[in-house]
């Protein structure tokens, strides 16, 4: 099927305010579009729960892949078997979402198993060919020359220089993971907070959602186009 749109989305870590901004600057159309949602739902933010509940809720149409982020695999690993063990998780903004997944559950007590559930079913990559080009999406990148089929969740979900520096292969990889402002420069101007894309075909979404002056940003790999959350929001 061809796309008017392949929309891909970098973090959004529990800014839902800035979610919807971004979100309803694309007029969305599953019949016509794709779109893919590179992980970090939760975590830093104020509004972690309903913005897991979005991803949950819009995975469920047609043409949308939700792929899980390393704060999803931190909250999974927290709760072996349902229970909650603390772990590394709570200090790296697991804390706002363990509170409010208290909050939440003492009236929807289900909603933390469907939420662990979402999450251990949410792949860790995606794979797709435009013509003869392949790209691969996935939240942090890949180990450089390992198959696609041989790389680890925790490169796929972690890994950050190595990736960026030493990746020669031939697909596009689109990814978000760390923030563009912290790319070899203090985040500052605004054009900190924009997409970038190295010259190893890489393109990093990671705009900085959940910093002072960051946005969400969701790219059309088609035609390069890209719609960013409001500033003031």
């Known amino acids: 099927m061809q796309y008017k749109r392949i929309l891909v989305m970098g973090d959004i870590h529990g800014k839902y305010k800035k979610l919807s901004s971004v979100f309803n600057k694309l007029n969305f159309n599953a019949d016509e579009d794709f779109l893919i949602l590179l992980g970090d739902y939760i975590d830093r933010g104020e509004e972690n729960l309903h913005c897991l509940q979005w991803a949950m809720k819009i995975s469920e149409l047609k043409n949308v892949i939700a792929l899980r982020g390393n704060h999803e695999q931190m909250m999974l690993e927290s709760f072996p078997e349902g229970k909650f063990e603390p772990t590394f998780w709570l200090a790296n903004g697991g804390d706002k979402t363990k509170k409010e997944l208290d909050a939440w559950c003492k009236y929807q007590p289900e909603f933390l198993q469907e939420a662990l559930n979402f999450i251990k079913n949410l792949p860790l990559y995606y794979r797709m060919f435009i013509g003869k080009q392949e790209y691969i999406f996935c939240h942090a990148g890949l180990k450089p020359g390992a198959l696609l089929e041989q790389q680890t969740a925790e490169s796929l979900l972690w890994i950050r220089d190595a990736f960026y520096y030493n ?66 929001v």
Not at 172 to 197: C, F, I, N, Q, W
Request: with cysteine; glycine share 10%; proline share 8%.
């Open 167 to 232: 990746y020669t292969g031939t697909a596009e990889v689109v990814v978000g993971h760390t923030p563009t402002p912290y790319l070899g420069k203090m985040p500052g101007s605004a054009r900190d907070y924009l997409p970038v894309r190295m010259a190893n075909k890489i393109t990093l979404l990671d705009t900085g959602s959940f910093l002072p002056k960051g946005r969400i940003t969701c790219y059309d790999i088609l035609s390069g186009n890209f719609w960013q959350s409001d500033n003031e």
